[in-house]
Nanobody, 114 residues
Framework: QVQVVESGGGLVQPGGSLRLSCAGSGFSFSSVAIQWYRQAPGKARELVAGISGAGGITHYLDSVRGRFTISRDNAKNTVNLQMNDLKPDDTAVYLC???????WGQGTQVTVSS
């Protein structure tokens, strides 16, 4: 059974950091590109960052470039999203997506507030 599961969300003050993780199972993890999306209330879902299966290619939403870093450990079947200098506008549910499999996680809430 193909599955991706997010973890690591929470409440953080502006300027703080969080690290999200996406754990995959039921598929050949290193063969699948993984993307992080986010969805805030009343807004469209947007692509935040993505990484190729081998990890050599990454891309970022302009508003997070330089603050967020996506990485993967294929030995542990995980993709991480390190988020630094968080802003209130980063508040959203963050979702992991296995691109070629069309598999979504359930999401993890990130709230940036003082």
């Amino acid at each position: 059974q193909v599955q991706v599961v997010e973890s690591g969300g929470g409440l953080v003050q502006p300027g703080g950091s969080l690290r999200l993780s996406c754990a995959g199972s039921g598929f050949s993890f290193s063969s699948v590109a993984i993307q992080w999306y986010r969805q805030a209330p009343g807004k469209a879902r947007e692509l935040v960052a993505g990484i190729s299966g081998a990890g050599g290619i990454t891309h970022y939403l302009d508003s997070v470039r330089g603050r967020f870093t996506i990485s993967r450990d294929n030995a542990k079947n995980t993709v991480n999203l390190q988020m630094n200098d968080l802003k209130p506008d980063d508040t959203a549910v963050y979702l992991c997506y296995a691109v070629s499999l069309g598999a979504w996680g359930q999401g993890t809430q990130v709230t940036v507030s003082s």
